[in-house]
T-cell receptor, first 114, second 112 residues
Framework: NAGVTQTPKFRILKIGQSMTLQCAQD?????MYWYRQDPGMGLKLIYY???????DKGEVPNGYNVSRSTTEDFPLRLELAAPSQTSVYFC?????????????FGQGTRLTVV | DAKTTQPPSMDCAEGRAANLPCNHS???????VYWYRQIHSQGPQYIIH???NNETNEMASLIITEDRKSSTLILPHATLRDTAVYYC?????????????FGKGTKLSVIP
């Protein structure tokens, strides 16, 4: 199994541009998450989804949008990119929200906004 | 979720046991302790979790004190590949609480 796949791996954006970070999982997991990680810091939750058609904000949602039209895919949209959005973005999935459920992470997308 | 406190860095000799401490003095009764690690900016990897009993799996052991205010992750025979940032996370139960809150973790360096 591929697990959680993120594309692209690297991207440079100019201020004001937009882009979509792709995330796909092949484990039939209902729950999916987007985190960002700034240098030397832990991960912060941006958005999450508990199933197709259901999304909710995490700790740092401003400047981002998400959608969940299928179980497999959970894209993250950046509108009007700003230097503060320079970060590494990780997508994750879990089978459920129950305790003991292991979270599987993708390998990350390194985004630089200049 | 309860706050956790970990030392910023630790060294361990290769082949020796690595004992990583975590303080979670404000933990409540329905909160579980999780450990994840992140190797060289890759995506975090699940290691182990527990509520009150000690736990062991093929990767590590988790020792939780009786009052549950602290825990220790033990890597029994550290290798160079165990060099990583280790995150201790406390997670509540119930609806809306399945997010993981990551702190800065402990950077473990395994020394040859």
């Amino acid at each position: 199994n591929a697990g959680v796949t993120q594309t692209p791996k690297f991207r440079i954006l100019k201020i004001g541009q937009s882009m979509t970070l792709q995330c796909a999982q092949d484990m039939n997991h209902n729950y999916m998450y987007w985190y960002r990680q700034d240098p030397g810091m832990g991960l912060k939750l941006i958005y999450y989804s508990v199933g197709a058609g259901i999304t909710d904000k995490g700790e740092v949602p401003n400047g981002y949008n998400v959608s969940r039209s299928t179980t497999e895919d959970f894209p993250l949209r950046l509108e009007l990119a700003a230097p503060s959005q320079t970060s590494v973005y990780f997508c994750a999935s879990t089978a459920s929200g129950a305790q003991g459920t292991e979270a599987f992470f993708g390998q990350g997308t390194r985004l630089t906004v200049v | 979720d309860a706050k956790t406190t970990q030392p910023p860095s630790m060294d361990c000799a290769e082949g020796r046991a690595a004992n990583l401490p975590c303080n979670h003095s404000t933990i409540s009764g329905n909160e579980y302790v999780y450990w994840y690690r992140q190797i060289h900016s890759q995506g975090p990897q699940y290691i182990i979790h527990g509520l009150k009993n000690n736990e062991t799996n093929e990767m590590a052991s988790l020792i939780i004190t009786e009052d549950r205010k602290s825990s220790t992750l033990i890597l029994p025979h550290a290798t160079l590949r165990d060099t990583a940032v280790y995150y201790c996370i406390v997670r509540a139960s119930g609806a809306g609480s399945y997010q993981l809150t990551f702190g800065k973790g402990t950077k473990l360096s395994v020394i040859p």
